[in-house]
Nanobody, 121 residues
């Protein structure tokens, strides 16, 4: 599976951004899709995931501000990010794994190239 992330950029604190992750054709219908991020000097961090059935899970630092959704018709996942903070600055990666969703990045086999989000005034 090939993943292509897009939508990053520079935004002021309190602003919003929408990230998208387009995927090539999946070999089955049972794929979980996730977003992770990595700030300079830090480990990759779980942000959000959506299961094949549509259940969603979020990292504690983004709960109530970020929303993940998926469009199964075109294999696209969207991360709507609101009330952005400087600490949200990172490279955001989309990922996919067959079967159950997971918050551990090493369990994901397929990764996009990353898109940079910078929150700064």
């Amino acid at each position: 599976v090939q993943l292509q992330a897009s939508g990053g950029g520079l935004v002021q604190p309190g602003g919003s951004l929408r990230l998208s992750c387009a995927a090539s054709t999946f070999t089955s219908d049972y794929y979980a899709r996730g977003w992770f991020r990595q700030a300079p000097g830090k480990e990759r961090e779980f942000v959000a995931l959506i299961t094949w059935s549509g259940a969603t899970y979020y990292g504690d630092s983004v709960k109530g501000r970020f929303t993940i959704s998926r469009n199964n018709a075109n294999n696209t996942v969207t991360l709507q990010m609101n009330s952005l903070k400087p600490e949200d600055t990172a490279v955001y990666y989309c990922a996919a794994k067959e079967g159950l969703g997971a918050t551990i990045s090493t369990l994901y086999r397929d990764w996009g190239q990353g898109t940079l989000v910078t929150v700064s005034s």
